[in-house]
């Protein structure tokens, strides 16, 4: 069975979408030192009621599941312990059993798991080409079909004919 990790924030909620809007309202400068702090010092309650699913991500990671073909664990980066409460909260109010990987924004994704042979859909090629220099296979998730090297997708549930 194959190893699917499946990012949160900009694939399965518009999270990142939220996030930009409340840095741009506040005029913080898009830069990694400000939006580090930004990032910690979230309100991430807030931030996840105003987060919409992104085409029926939530029914679509169900059928996901439904088809046993993959091991699915939800792979986020985050940025403080409220963040990882926050997005576990969510998680748990759509699925009971599924496994959430809270991996430091300052750690790699490919750091806390076997890449290998693993399948990563995720909206940021940075941790995609990661992904597959650790011997994995990278999925990107873009709602304009921009694969930039990558497959492509835009809804999490054509994953179920799209890998064997």
Known sequence: MTNLYID?????????????????????ER?????????????WCDVLKKSKPIN??????????????????????????????????MIRRHFKDITIISVPKSISKTNML?????????DFV????????????GIRFDLDMDGKGYPVIDRL?????MID
């Open 8 to 28: 949160f924030d900009g694939v399965i909620v518009n999270s990142i979408d939220v996030t930009y809007k409340m840095a741009s309202d506040l005029g913080i």
């Open 31 to 43: 830069n990694e030192e400000n939006y580090s702090k930004f990032y910690q010092n979230l309100d």
């Open 56 to 89: 029926d991500s939530w029914k679509c990671l169900q059928k996901i599941i439904d088809s046993d073909k993959f091991n699915v664990a939800i792979l986020t980066h985050v940025n403080s312990l409220a963040e990882i409460e926050e997005k576990v909260k």
């Open 114 to 122: 076997k890449a290998e042979g693993s399948v990563l859909v995720d």
């Open 126 to 137: 940075g941790n995609l080409d990661e992904w597959k220099a650790a011997g994995g296979y």
């Open 157 to 161: 549930d054509v994953l179920v004919d």
